[in-house]
């Protein structure tokens, strides 16, 4: 038994009278989509009954006032690219899609800002700034799919954040819906604000589960007229791994710093058809860097590569124009959904430590890999500490024996992770359905109440998002 | 083995913009990079270069900007890289680049081997590689998707058409241009940027070459563009939203009604 009303006729209606019929579907086919995100559907899909696109801010807030007079759960979705389950409905009820929510409002070049709406695809915000010279530097690796409010809900990271930070660093304002249905403005075009308690930063990476944004302002930057990437192929992963401290201590802020195994590297290469050397490789580093000026960024690749050289690099492949850089990108941005083509069911990780321990991280996923027999391919931004493992379901393994091991393998990685490391479980794809549970379990008592009553605060009917981060 | 690769720099594809007036693409300002086809042309001579303990000379023709493309072949690994800049060349059409290109090999004397992309992305005439066997009285061998066999003086060549492969014999020194299945190409490596950085970019202009100023730049060139039309999209769509039984009827009805008319005429 839930504590919520199940959806009726009347409310159907009354959704209809708020957003038009066009923007409320409930037929069974149309509404499968929003069951599910980017984790394995295998393992969590949930049937919303109703789903609405609402296209106001307006709209968003009465649909949340009807929902808080009938206590009704409601689910926001941004594109559906999360990979926590966080815009799961786990309890059913509606789900309010963003996706015709996607209008610039205002580019304000003088004040370097952008106001949208969270339901714009972050790469068409990029598109649309081109021509001003500036653009938002938040990166996730999903780019050409997600939305800028799932951005701002999971404070997305990505490709870039060694040097140009999370989502976070670039919201400046945003209209919240509360889940009472009230619209509040937070923040605004200022980069700097202590005036109250800083509720937007709480509002980001709060997984829907505080309000619903519906419009954000993002502070941009001028976009770096200059880029070069390296490919660099290590005989084994620690040697990879090991280059990646020593890098940051250079001088030399890099955009990007990636990793990616042998086994993610190959899998993504077959899956796009691409061939680069891989005989003898055991790993490989992605590093970029970026900048005004063309001697500048020659000067920091040449380093750069030097210093992989140093350590033992088998080659170093740069990439000075968009052709090339594509290509090795391609390679890198393929890896999770190649591997989703490999193997359906999965747990795609995203642990995150100090830098300098990564080099511990990856014998102990050999050591995780040996003990359960199930491969775990591991690629990531290694410049963040952030690496997605990913533990894949062995397909001769029954679905049952698979639900049964992946908790142990996962309460495994964790325990070394947040107990040995000083680690997090979640670098940027946050905790949504899919680590509410290992959260209970790792988070101190007296934290874990502070968490709970803050929800409570915002949300005393659980209705917004309920069953998500918190159980 | 001596193989010399005619490459140029175009406009990056995502970058392209086109002149609503004119119906030209406007170059100015947007990113260049080296034409994407001709990096199987360059791939192609590394490897056989790289077999026969040869050289690979790398020749464009373009703006002083154009040095970057050819700093990238060297990266690649070629040997030498020489830039034919001149404003005079300004406006050639592919009659007189091809020309340009020739005097330019004549300069640098003898070679095997001409090897070129299939086209540029930009122009896509795929004309100015056969223009360059003509001027030179070579043979010319277009689409080679494999080299099979180099016996002296004698390479047989696969060539890739509509229906088909064909098997070719031809003697050297020789022109082909190549299909991107020869090969993949190699990134370039830092080993072979620094041996480019080392690497002074040759610069020539008309004179160097001896160009006759008649054959070359918009003087030069017989092509006349008379009027550049994009092509209007003259079908239009109708939008019917059946979500219920009735509307269902009146949207199957129009779809009937469409397909009559598309046959009946």
């Known amino acids: 038994m839930t504590p919520y009303t199940p959806i009726t006729a009347a409310i159907i209606e009354e959704l209809i009278t708020i957003c038009s019929a066009s923007n409320v579907l409930t037929e069974r086919d149309r509404i499968e989509g929003y069951s599910h995100d980017e984790t394995s559907k295998e393992q969590y899909s949930v049937m919303p009954d109703v789903v609405v696109t609402p296209t106001s801010t307006e709209q968003v807030a009465q649909i949340m006032r009807l929902a808080d007079r009938h206590t009704i759960p409601v689910t926001p979705r941004g594109a559906g690219s999360g990979l926590s389950g966080g815009a799961i409905p786990l309890f059913g009820g509606i789900v309010i899609s963003l996706e015709k929510m996607n209008r610039i409002i205002e580019i304000d070049e003088a004040n370097l800002t952008v106001t949208a709406e969270a339901g714009i695809v972050t790469n068409e915000l990029n598109e649309h700034l081109k021509d001003t010279g500036l653009f938002f530097a938040g990166y996730p690796m999903s780019l050409e799919s997600c939305f800028l409010g799932g951005n701002i809900a999971e404070n997305a990271g990505g490709g870039k954040a060694i040097k140009y930070g999370v989502t976070s660093r670039y919201v400046l304002g945003m209209t919240v819906v509360t889940p009472q249905g009230q619209i509040v403005h937070l923040g605004g075009k200022v980069t700097k604000d202590v005036s109250s308690y800083d509720l937007k930063q709480l509002y980001i990476g709060s997984e829907g589960t505080l309000g619903i944004i519906c419009e954000a302002t993002i502070k941009l930057i001028g976009i770096p007229k200059v880029a070069s990437t390296l490919l660099v192929p290590f005989q084994s992963a620690q040697q990879a791994i090991a280059v990646v401290p020593l890098l940051m201590k250079q001088g030399i802020i890099p955009v990007s710093i990636e990793f990616m195994d042998r086994l993610s590297f190959e899998i993504s290469c077959s899956y796009l058809n691409e061939t680069l050397p891989l005989s003898g490789v055991g790993a490989m580093l992605l590093l970029e860097v970026d900048g005004s000026d063309a001697a500048q960024v020659e000067a920091d690749l040449v380093a750069v590569g030097e210093l992989c050289e140093e350590m033992g690099a088998m080659e170093v492949y740069i990439a000075e124009d968009a052709n090339n850089r594509e290509r090795i990108w391609a390679v890198r941005r393929a890896i999770a959904e190649a591997i989703k083509v490999y193997s359906p069911v999965q747990s795609l990780e995203d642990v995150v430590v100090p830098i300098t321990s990564i080099p511990q991280v990856l014998p102990f996923l050999k050591e995780l890999s040996d003990r359960y027999g199930l491969q775990i391919p591991c690629y990531g931004h290694a410049g963040d500490g952030n690496l997605h493992a990913t533990i894949i379901k062995d397909p001769e393994w029954t679905m049952e024996k698979w639900l049964e091991i992946e908790p142990k393998i996962l309460r495994d990685l964790y325990a070394f992770i947040v107990g040995k490391l000083g680690g997090k479980i979640s670098g940027e794809h946050g905790i949504g359905l899919k680590r509410r549970e290992f959260v209970k379990e790792l988070t101190p008592d007296a934290e874990y109440e502070l968490l709970k009553t803050l929800k409570r605060a915002f949300d005393p009917k659980n209705i917004m998002n309920p069953g998500k981060i918190l159980i | ?265």
């Not at chain 2, 277009?142 to 047989?156: F, G, K, L, W």
């Not at chain 2, 098997?167 to 022109?175: E, G, K, N, Q, S």
């Not at chain 2, 990134?187 to 160097?208: C, Q, S, V």
Request: glycine fraction near 8%; aromatic fraction near 4%.
């Open chain 2, 1 to 265: 083995m001596h193989i010399i690769v005619p490459i140029k720099q175009v406009p990056q594809s995502s970058a392209v913009k086109m002149d609503p007036v004119t119906g030209t693409m406007i170059r100015s300002g947007s990113a260049a990079t080296l034409n994407p086809l001709d990096l199987y042309a360059l791939e192609t001579a590394l490897c056989l270069s790289e077999r026969s303990a040869g050289s690979v000379t790398a020749l464009t023709m373009g703006p002083p900007s154009a040095a970057q493309i050819l700093k990238e072949a060297l990266s690649m690994g070629a040997s030498r890289a020489i830039l034919l800049t001149d404003r005079l060349f300004g406006g050639s059409d592919t009659y007189a680049t091809s020309y340009a290109l020739s005097k330019a090999i004549e300069h640098i004397g003898s070679f095997d081997l001409i090897i070129t992309g299939e086209r540029a992305t930009d122009g896509d005439t795929a004309q100015v590689g056969p223009g360059i066997a003509a001027w030179l009285d070579v043979a010319l061998v277009t689409y080679v998707s494999a080299i099979n066999t180099i016996v002296d003086r004698t390479m047989e060549v696969e060539r890739l058409t509509e229906e088909g492969y064909q098997a070719v014999r031809l003697t050297l020194p020789a022109l082909i241009s190549v299909v991107k299945e020869i090969a993949i190409p190699r990134l370039p490596t830092l080993r072979g940027k620094k041996r480019a950085m080392n690497t002074p970019i040759e610069e020539w202009d008309a004179r160097t070459i001896g160009a006759d100023i008649g054959k070359i730049g918009l003087k030069g060139s017989p092509t006349r563009v008379v009027k550049i039309e994009s092509p209007k999209v003259a079908r239009t769509a109708e939008v019917h939203i059946a979500s219920d039984e009735d509307s269902m009827k009146g949207a199957v009805d129009r779809l009937i009604d469409i397909i009559e008319e598309v046959y009946h005429g």
